[in-house]
């Protein structure tokens, strides 16, 4: 099978799990369907780490370093809050 085939089929799939989706009244299995989307996301994650060199350890380093010095920093809270929003589309 081609990979024109296999986006064409991706796509029939997905089309087809949103509209089965919209019927779910069970709450467990939507948090279920959650959990798996969130440890789908996770594992894309993981699997594009790679080191940092150092140079831009470094780099980063200084940015955080003249964050720090200008009180130019946000909290835990905003931070989260910001992810949450960006990872929710």
Do not use: C
Request: hydrophobic share 30%; aromatic share 8%.
């Amino acid at each position: 099978m081609g990979k024109g085939n296999y986006t064409m089929d991706l796509r029939v799939e997905k089309e087809y799990i949103k509209s089965e989706l919209d019927k779910v009244e069970d709450i467990h299995l939507v948090e279920a369907i959650k959990n798996m989307l969130a440890y789908g996301k996770a594992k894309r994650y993981e699997k594009s780490l790679q080191p940092m060199s150092k140079e831009s350890f470094y780099e980063r380093h200084q940015l955080s370093r003249k964050a720090i010095e200008e009180d130019n920093l946000i909290s835990q809270q905003e931070a989260k809050a910001y992810f949450t929003r960006k990872n929710a589309g």
